[in-house]
């Protein structure tokens, strides 16, 4: 079995920004000597996510909306109350998305549909340098 990985860094606005990781984590991949297999692209923090979508500005759009609607910016949170903080929401949005994906690699190259990219998503209600850690098992 082989194992190759590698890191992407950005800085992000916060408040539900949404980055497009797609052509990151396929030049991690295109890095390693593994042809098939598995990528996990895995997000650090608890007010981030990782998922995919058809990252346009319609979709992206409609993403924040829907998240919006299910979770409040505003709201009377028992984090924000006990902790002196505002940013409740986004551990409650990151949690629902969640922190990882996992892609299928096949002929070197991520198994995704025409309008699929990989992206990160930032709850946080400040900019933040964020972390994703890609990692290729074949």
Do not use: K
Not at 31 to 36: F, K, L, N, Q, S
Not at 59 to 85: K, M, S
Not at 105 to 116: A, E, K
């Amino acid at each position: 079995m082989a194992v190759h990985g590698g890191e992407l860094r950005l800085q992000t606005r916060g408040d539900g920004e949404i980055v497009d990781l797609t052509e990151g984590v396929a030049r991690v991949a295109a890095a390693g000597d593994i042809d098939r297999g598995i990528v996990c692209v895995s997000a650090v923090g608890s007010t981030v996510a990782v998922t995919t979508m058809e990252y346009e500005a319609g979709g992206i759009q409609d993403l924040t909306e829907v998240l919006e609607r299910l979770v409040p910016r505003e709201g009377a949170y028992a984090h924000n109350r006990l902790n002196h903080d505002t940013n409740a929401h986004a551990h409650i949005r990151a949690a629902l998305i969640g922190p990882s994906i996992t892609v299928p690699l096949v002929s070197g190259r991520l198994v995704l549909g025409t309008w699929q990219q990989i992206v990160l998503v930032d709850f946080d209600d400040r900019p933040r340098q964020r972390t994703v850690t890609v990692q290729i098992v074949g």
